[in-house]
């Protein structure tokens, strides 16, 4: 009989609805219930793709031993971390700092006021590589509630207390062109020269420090910044992280050397990877950049895209239980399909040998240099990607989650706009769409959407942040005014239910459930932090509306966590980015007047600047919603385009070709 997730509207709480564990929401009445019970809760973060979690909910949840133990002892709450990273990141925090790491499943025991008392990630059903059972943990931390309840709730008010301190990111500072290179100092000392990235193993992709990287060489003319942006490209999309086949990224990858990957396709991945190789193209012309950015947003609207036109959170790690079973291939799997003689030349061309890259034999394809015969791959890979389609495929989690769909609004409508492919365009405004319909209710954001309807949670900061992002993008891209007047308003609530006593922004709003700790991380995780993403998108905002107020509030923002973009750009290379914009402007660039092909070859040229954080608008003079051309007209029965910095503007100009050398120097 289901349990009370069946009523989820989560993709991976729906997973455990038939579990025999009597497992609740994350609710009030859940916390009740433990306190009428006198028992301990058991609170369980995982998601979707994450395959673990899959391994720990096979072994332990569908065990109806383990169950009716956890069901005896504890009150039993699942948590999608996608939902609700608020509880994600509270109990992470707390994870950490009992056990010095954290991850997914995250198993943490409470006191039924919420305290952590115990922290874990994943326990096996015996013990192993000297891990305590799962049955050891529920018997040791239940006997301790009962025997020793007033060492437990002080071991609780201690953690909370903790979890309340307050963190010091450094003194608050303007953010400085030494700052910023002493960030990629520290880049430069941790980099792997060999494989690129800057870790051994895993390897995750730096999604945010090569947009940062990219920024610094177009501001500075630093070659090793680039040197690093490439080297890491080139490494990524050539090992098996990538979809040789389909397109897109996984997760990351399980060796240093970008080759095993960990199967699942997040989505704020893809978006975000995006937009580096696209700004990769767009700063050196590299056809393989243009190639991987090209299969990666086609990856996003035909394998990630809702019927409801929205985009899905993820494709799971796992196929029918087994990991990489869509993705690995053997040398006689190749000839099976393609024939012996192009069977052959496959499996040289992508790396498949006798022995495997991956386990019991199979490889993941890997291109570790471009084909002699490019016809011959094309056609190739569509046998390969038709053939692949034939086998058992991964299960996607089709929730829309506001943030990351922000994301790819941006990344998409600013590559259809770059690569002249106006079916991206098509498909963010479609999304942007679905998000304005159906996620914002009386100016709030709900998280997450599933099956056109909307989920109850609240947004949180990235929410907001991400969403605005992608709505200037359109904006910019599209030239309408309703897509700057939707960001406004969300950065208006960000204003108002956000805020903190230095300037900086909470994760949540003022009127958000209430936890132990009101979450604020100003660090990226595998996406931009919602304070970063706060700060980028009210620079932009001001570009383009002129807008004094939202540029002091990123700068005092940003000005916060200046200090950490010298010390741990890994973990701000997001704000860097955006400190990047600020020094540089960030450039304003309007191009006016009718359309036509000197209008088309103005805009061709201000839209590939490499200025940092430029903005860029295309449209009519004295645009009715466009604040950026109001004042702007033809000159001499000419279009012009205009370009402004810091409220200084050039004189406008009517030649492309004059137009490319002010986009190149700063003013």
């Known amino acids: ?110 006191t039924p006021d919420a305290a952590p008392i115990y922290c874990g990630t994943y326990f096996p059903p015996a013990p192993r590589h000297g891990m305590p059972s799962f049955g050891m943990v529920l018997d040791s931390v239940s006997a301790a509630w009962r025997e020793r309840r007033t060492d437990v709730v002080e071991s609780g008010r201690r953690i909370v207390e903790h979890l309340n301190t307050s963190r010091s990111y450094g003194e608050a500072s303007p953010v400085s062109a030494e700052l910023l290179d002493a960030g990629v100092t520290a880049l430069r000392q941790s980099y792997d020269a060999d494989a690129g990235g800057f870790d051994r193993a895993p390897k995750f992709p730096p999604s945010m420090v090569l947009e940062f990287l990219l920024r610094h060489h177009a501001r500075t003319g630093a070659a090793d910044a680039l040197d690093m942006v490439e080297h890491t490209c080139e490494r990524m999309a050539r090992g098996g992280m990538y979809d040789q086949l389909g397109g897109g990224f996984a997760r990351y990858s399980v060796d240093g050397q970008w080759v095993v990957p960990h199967f699942e396709k997040m989505l704020y991945d893809n978006a975000l990877l995006l937009r580096v190789y696209l700004h990769l193209w767009r700063e050196t012309g590299s056809p393989f950049a243009r190639r991987i950015a090209m299969e990666t947003a086609d990856f996003l609207v035909r394998d990630l895209r809702t019927p409801e036109l929205g985009f899905a959170a993820a494709l799971d790690a796992d196929t029918d239980g087994v990991e990489g079973l869509t993705y690995a291939w053997t040398e006689q799997q190749l000839v099976d399909v393609l024939g012996p003689e192009d069977g052959a030349w496959a499996a040289a061309l992508l790396d498949v040998t006798a022995a495997g890259t991956f386990e019991h034999g199979t490889s993941v394809l890997q291109l570790p240099a471009d084909p002699s015969d490019v016809d011959r791959w094309a056609r190739l890979r569509l046998q390969l990607l038709s053939a692949r389609g034939q086998r058992p495929q991964p299960a996607r989690d089709d929730k829309v989650v506001a943030a990351w769909n ?60 991400d969403v605005a992002e992608g709505l200037l993008v359109l904006h910019q891209v599209t030239g309408e005014g309703r897509w700057l007047d939707a960001a406004g308003e969300l950065l208006e609530t960000v204003l108002a239910r956000f805020g903190r006593d230095d300037g900086g922004f909470f994760d949540t709003a003022d009127d958000a459930d209430a936890l132990v700790r009101r979450p604020y991380d100003p660090a990226d995780g595998p996406a931009p932090s919602g304070l970063a993403a706060a700060i980028g998108a009210f620079v932009s905002y001001a570009a383009l509306t002129a807008s004094t107020r939202h540029r002091d509030v990123a700068e005092q923002a940003l000005s916060t966590i200046a200090a950490v ?103």
């Not at 058991?42 to 793709?49: D, E, I, K, R």
């Not at 600013?414 to 769409?433: C, F, K, N, Q, R």
Request: with cysteine; proline share 7%; net charge negative.
């Open 565 to 667: 973009l010298a010390r741990a750009p890994r973990a701000a290379g997001w704000a860097a980015a955006i400190g990047e914009a600020m020094l540089a402007g960030p450039l304003e660039i309007a191009v006016a007047g009718t359309p036509g092909p000197q209008r088309d070859a103005l805009a061709r040229s201000a839209r590939l600047t490499t200025s940092p954080g430029a903005v860029v608008i295309v449209g009519p003079g004295d645009a009715d919603g466009v604040p950026l051309l109001a004042g702007r007209v033809e000159v001499d029965g000419r279009p012009a385009a205009y370009i402004c910095r810091n409220f200084v503007c050039r004189l406008p100009l009517t030649d492309p070709d004059a137009l490319r050398e002010p986009l190149r120097v700063q003013l």
């Open 1 to 110: 009989m289901p349990n009370r997730l069946a009523a989820s509207t989560s993709p991976y709480l729906l997973q455990h609805a038939d579990n025999p564990v009597d497992w609740w929401e994350w609710t009030p009445e859940a916390f009740a219930a433990a306190r009428e019970r006198d028992v301990p809760v058991l609170l369980s973060v995982g998601y979707s793709a994450c395959h673990w979690c899959h391994v720990m909910a096979h072994e332990s949840f569908e065990d109806e031993a383990t169950a009716a133990a956890m069901n005896d002892l504890f009150v039993c709450i699942k948590v999608d971390r996608e939902e609700r990273p608020d509880v994600d990141s509270v109990y992470m925090e707390a994870t950490q700092a009992m056990t010095g790491h954290g991850g997914w499943p995250m198993t943490v025991f409470l």
């Open 406 to 465: 922000g994301l790819a609004i941006a990344a998409l409508a600013e590559t259809g706009d770059l690569l002249d492919e106006p079916s991206y365009v098509d498909a963010a405004v479609s999304a942007a769409d679905l998000l304005l319909r159906l996620h914002l209710a009386d100016g709030r954001l709900r998280r997450t959407s599933r099956a056109g309807a909307a989920g109850e949670h609240a947004g949180v900061l990235e929410d907001y942040a």
